[in-house]
T-cell receptor, first 110, second 113 residues
């Protein structure tokens, strides 16, 4: 069956360090993958999109990689700040829909 | 643009009552999505529309749920009759294309007692 997995437990990172979140999938061949940020009581907010023919995408302190062989995407936040604390969701593009992971809660400690 | 607008933001109702959730997508967006989010199941797609036409409603849990989009600027999700297990946050999102960035509204937090 089709499956998307993100770190189920919260990720605690010291301020200033790089946070790395993982998104693994099985039985999909997504044309692209997106990462969203969700704060408590709010809807998800788009961060980055990476297509299957792209290995890496960057935006300011954010970096996303997409390995279609490993069926994995990594999401990095460099020089992390307490304001980066949130839940991060990955979503795969499949059949004109987004299929969502459960999200990873990231906590940046000052 | 004001972004995606949803109302009400919070709804508390009793089991058996009808609930109507409303959404105004971003102007010019051809796609509208209704999602439900719970701790147990995460974010689930219920139904999506393209140019006001329902394309895929396979995520709608059962016949108690219905959705309409009478025009490009308005959609409703109705639950009748509501049950306690329908308690969740319901999000509406819109996008220019099906596989592009989705813009989410603030959500409606529904509690069915």
């Amino acid at each position: 069956s089709q499956k998307i997995e993100q770190n189920s437990e919260a990720l605690n990172i010291q301020e200033g360090k790089t946070a790395t979140l993982t998104c693994n999938y099985t039985n999909y061949s997504p044309a692209y993958l997106q990462w969203y940020r969700q704060d408590p009581g709010r809807g998800p907010v788009f961060l980055l999109l990476i297509r299957e023919n792209e290995k890496e995408k960057r935006k300011e302190r954010l970096k996303v990689t997409f390995d279609t062989t490993l069926k994995q995407s990594l999401f990095h936040i460099t020089a992390s700040q307490p304001a980066d604390s949130a839940t991060y969701l990955c979503a795969l593009g499949s059949n004109y829909q987004l299929i969502w992971g459960a999200g990873t809660k990231l906590i940046i400690k000052p | 643009d004001a972004g995606v607008i949803q109302s009400p933001r919070h709804e508390v109702t009793e089991m058996g009552q009808e609930v109507t959730l409303r959404c105004k997508p971003i102007s010019g967006h051809d796609y509208l999505f209704w999602y439900r989010q719970t701790m147990m199941r995460g974010l689930e797609l219920l139904i999506y529309f393209n140019n006001n036409v329902p394309i895929d409603d396979s995520g709608m849990p059962e016949d108690r749920f219905s959705a309409k989009m009478p025009n490009a600027s308005f959609s409703t999700l109705k639950i009748q009759p509501s049950e306690p297990r329908d308690s969740a946050v319901y999000f509406c999102a819109s996008s220019l294309q099906a596989q592009e960035t989705q813009y989410f509204g603030p959500g409606t937090r529904l509690l069915v007692l």
